[in-house]
Every structure is written in structure tokens, then in C-alpha cells.
């Protein structure tokens, strides 16, 4: 199965930085491709909204909140995606989520099999 784990959330003080870490792994299946890979953020009471998308198709958006502080980047050969938060404020608190979405096969499954996982999320608190 694939596997989507995220590191690097931590206690920080407005204006600090801070990178997260996002790793896509393969236990018993081979991952073939990632087609899309993304930051997604939910703070306490309220709805989960996307940070940072990086697709194949259409490169990397950001949402507007985030735009000029925050950078994502890519290493394929390594399967993980970072997120560097520069500027950060007290309303970028939020459990972090990465989300990726390719295709991976296995002897068993015979064929190219679509997968779209989500880590379980790392915490961002940004203190005043």
C-alpha cells in the first residue's frame, strides 16, 4: 500500500520560519508515477483548505493567503514534496496535510492502479 507521511510541524513565534516534510512510500506495491502532490491546512473549526498544489500538468498554485511566503518544491527521485513557510502569522495554525495522487502496480494487481492518499497531518502552531 502506499503510504504519505508529513514531518516537520512544530511551536514557532510569528515571523519565524519553518519547512515540512512530505514522503509518498510503497510497501508491497511499486509506485509508478505522482501526478499530483499537495499541502493542504485545517485549523480548529473550521473547513480544510488547500495550501499548495503541485500537478504535472499545471505546475505549482498556491493559494492566496500563502502567496509570497510560502514556497513548495519537488524531488522526484525521493517522492516527497517540502513546504517552506516564511512570514509565518498566527492565522497559518493548522494541522498540516500532505495529499498524493498517482498510480502504482504490484504483481497482484496485474495493472496500473490509481491511488489518492493523505497523510495523517502535522501540527503548525505560530504564537504572537
Known amino acids: 500500500q502506499v503510504q504519505v507521511v508529513e514531518s516537520g510541524g512544530a511551536l514557532v513565534q510569528a515571523g519565524e520560519s519553518l519547512r515540512l516534510s512530505c514522503v509518498v512510500s510503497g510497501t508491497g506495491v511499486v509506485i509508478v508515477s505522482i501526478n499530483t502532490m499537495a499541502w493542504y491546512r485545517q485549523a480548529p473549526g473550521k473547513q480544510r483548505e488547500m495550501v499548495t498544489i503541485i500537478t504535472d500538468a499545471r505546475g505549482t498554485n498556491y493559494a492566496d493567503s500563502v502567496k509570497g511566503r510560502f514556497t513548495s518544491s519537488r524531488d522526484s527521485a525521493k517522492n516527497t514534496v517540502y513546504l517552506q513557510m516564511n512570514s509565518l502569522k498566527p492565522e497559518d495554525t493548522a494541522v498540516y496535510y500532505c495529499?498524493?495522487?498517482?498510480?502504482?502496480?504490484?504483481?497482484?494487481?496485474?495493472?496500473?492502479?490509481?491511488?489518492?492518499?493523505w497523510g495523517q497531518g502535522t501540527q503548525v502552531t505560530v504564537s504572537s
Open positions: 495529499n498524493a495522487a498517482g498510480h502504482q502496480t504490484s504483481q497482484s494487481m496485474g495493472a496500473l492502479v490509481p491511488f489518492n492518499i
